[in-house]
């Protein structure tokens, strides 16, 4: 049984560093095209970035682009999100998903939430300025 479970989340200031962690269980994170989503109230759920297992090509929405790092352990089976330099505008619920969708060597990862079939209940992340 496929099961994703979010941790790591919580309350930090304007600047801050936050590493949130979703760990697997009942397949392989290697074998997937993988994401973490943000959503907050009133806004539709965005990817916030995303990984292609074939070939390791990553996305990152503009907001993060450069702040953000999402990283796989194949040992752990978890897949991480650093986030570095936070802005109250990042605060919302983080998601981790796992996409069924089949991606070519190289190519960029699916971002769109009907692309993915896996959801964690997520967890909460929130930056005070």
């Known amino acids: 049984q496929v099961n994703l479970v979010e941790s790591g989340g919580g309350s930090v200031q304007t600047g801050e560093s936050l590493t949130i962690s979703c760990k697997a269980s009942?397949?392989?994170?290697?074998?997937?095209?993988m994401a973490w989503f943000r959503q907050v109230p009133g806004k539709e759920r965005e990817a916030v970035a995303a990984?292609?297992?074939?070939?390791?090509?990553?996305f990152y929405a503009d907001s993060v682009k450069g702040r953000f790092t999402i990283a796989r352990d194949n040992e752990k089976n978890t897949l991480d999100l650093e986030m570095n330099n936070l802005k109250p505008e990042d605060t919302g619920i983080y998601y981790c998903?796992?996409?069924?969708?089949?991606?070519?060597?190289?190519?960029?990862?699916?971002?769109?939430?009907?692309?993915?079939?896996?959801w964690g209940p997520g967890t909460q992340v929130t930056v005070s300025a």
């Open positions: 990984y292609n297992n074939r070939g390791g090509i990553t």
């Open positions: 998903a796992a996409s069924g969708i089949y991606r070519a060597y190289g190519a960029l990862p699916p971002t769109n939430q009907t692309d993915f079939r896996d």
């Open positions: 009942g397949f392989t994170i290697g074998r997937y095209c």
